[in-house]
């Protein structure tokens, strides 16, 4: 239930201008890529590093790819310094630090959601939304029990629309978000809002597993697994 790879037809179609203007070079491979698969970095007032996730703080930006490998690399080789040019002193746990700062923003954007009416809660409507493919991601609270859990998966596997699923927030993370209690099946509906929540969802799987380890241990059939 992951999101498919480009494929090469799409890699190599001629880019417009707007696609080009939001490229941007991994200061660590090379590589010239889209914003939304990067990681942004700006120095900070006493030379540190400091992520900007949303792309808005003032500064010229310091770009790596979206991943744990990729910023450990660009800390431990000092190569913040070279892009910068200029000593500059990355935080112990830059990449733990940009993990924690994405789950975070990801929360965030569950509230901002519900607010705007793109998300819904328990078992019944998000069955509903699967059963109407209108649901983008299934979001499942860590802690739920597995027998609610393995129910709602196989709703969703039989959906008419492929959608996604992300289980990393406990219920009461999410009910704080969402502002409910023991929240533990929401459903982000298709749309720009799920689309714009997509991209940092994607970014964070370069840093952790978007199903919790503990669900590895069920079976495969009451973890959803493929």
Request: glycine residues 10%.
């Given at each position: 239930?992951?999101?498919?790879?480009?494929?090469?037809?799409?890699?190599?179609?001629?880019?417009?201008?707007?696609?080009?203007?939001?490229?941007?070079?991994?200061?660590?491979?090379?590589?010239?890529?889209?914003?939304?698969?990067?990681?942004?970095?700006?120095?900070?007032?006493?030379?540190?590093?400091?992520?900007?996730?949303?792309?808005?703080?003032?500064?010229?930006?310091?770009?790596?790819?979206?991943?744990?490998?990729?910023?450990?690399?660009?800390?431990?080789?000092?190569?913040?310094?070279?892009?910068?040019?200029?000593?500059?002193?990355?935080?112990?746990?830059?990449?733990?630090?940009?993990?924690?700062?994405?789950?975070?923003?990801?929360?965030?954007?569950?509230?901002?959601?519900?607010?705007?009416?793109?998300?819904?809660?328990?078992?019944?409507?998000v069955a509903?939304?699967?059963?109407?493919?209108?649901?983008?991601w299934l979001?499942e609270a860590?802690?739920?029990?597995?027998?609610?859990?393995?129910?709602?998966?196989?709703?969703?596997?039989?959906?008419?629309?492929?959608?996604?699923?992300?289980?990393?927030?406990?219920?009461?993370?999410?009910?704080?978000?969402?502002?409910?209690?023991?929240?533990?099946?929401?459903?982000?509906?298709?749309?720009?809002?799920?689309?714009?929540?997509?991209?940092?969802?994607?970014?964070?799987?370069?840093?952790?597993?978007?199903?919790?380890?503990?669900?590895?241990?069920?079976?495969?059939?009451?973890?959803?697994?493929?």
């Amino acid at each position: 239930m992951t999101s498919p790879a480009p494929s090469e037809t799409a890699v190599r179609a001629p880019k417009t201008l707007a696609a080009a203007s939001r490229e941007r070079r991994d200061i660590v491979s090379g590589e010239v890529m889209d914003e939304d698969r990067l990681i942004r970095f700006v120095i900070g007032p006493d030379l540190t590093v400091v992520p900007d996730l949303a792309r808005k703080l003032p500064g010229r930006g310091l770009w790596v790819a979206a991943d744990r490998t990729s910023v450990e690399t660009a800390a431990k080789k000092g190569l913040f310094s070279r892009a910068a040019k200029t000593k500059l002193a990355p935080p112990v746990g830059l990449a733990d630090q940009v993990d924690e700062l994405l789950l975070k923003r990801l929360l965030d954007g569950l509230g901002l959601a519900k607010r705007a009416g793109e998300l819904i809660s328990g078992y019944e409507k998000v069955a509903s939304a699967l059963n109407a493919g209108k649901a983008a991601w299934l979001i499942e609270a860590s802690d739920g029990a597995p027998d609610g859990r393995r129910k709602m998966l196989n709703v969703a596997r039989k959906s008419p629309k492929p959608t996604q699923v992300f289980g990393l927030f406990a219920a009461e993370e999410l009910g704080l978000a969402l502002g409910a209690e023991n929240v533990i099946h929401t459903a982000f509906l298709a749309g720009r809002g799920a689309g714009r929540w997509t991209v940092d969802v994607q970014r964070l799987t370069g840093f952790r597993p978007l199903l919790p380890e503990s669900w590895c241990e069920e079976k495969p059939s009451e973890a959803g697994g493929t």
